[in-house]
Nanobody
Framework: QVQLVESGGDLVQPGGSLRLSCAAS????????MLWYRQAPGKQRELVAT???????NYADAVKGRFTIMRENALNTAYLQMNALKSEDTAVYFC????????WGQGTQVTVSS
């Protein structure tokens, strides 16, 4: 059974930092591209960052220079380091694993507010 479990979401003040984790099981992690999406209330889910199985990364313009996506294959875990957080980063953050199939986690809430 495939599981993706996100953690690390929290309430943080503007300008603060958080690191999200996505622990995967039931897949051959190193073959999968890992992605982070987010969905704010009343908005569509949007792609935030991607890291391929060859460690090639890509970011949405809104987070470039502030967010960093990483993966640790030995731990079957992907991370999203988020710095200089803004109120508009408030959303539920989801991780996804893509290879021949696409898998999703349940999401973790990030709230940026003073």
């Amino acid at each position: 059974q495939v599981q993706l479990v996100e953690s690390g979401g929290d309430l943080v003040q503007p300008g603060g930092s958080l690191r999200l984790s996505c622990a995967a099981s039931g897949i051959i992690f190193e073959l999968h591209t890992m992605l982070w999406y987010r969905q704010a209330p009343g908005k569509q889910r949007e792609l935030v960052a991607t890291i391929t199985n060859r460690f090639v990364t890509n970011y949405a313009d809104a987070v470039k220079g502030r967010f960093t996506i990483m993966r640790e294959n030995a731990l079957n875990t992907a991370y999203l380091q988020m710095n200089a957080l803004k109120s508009e980063d408030t959303a539920v953050y989801f991780c996804s694993a893509q290879h021949r199939n696409t898998y999703w986690g349940q999401g973790t809430q990030v709230t940026v507010s003073s």
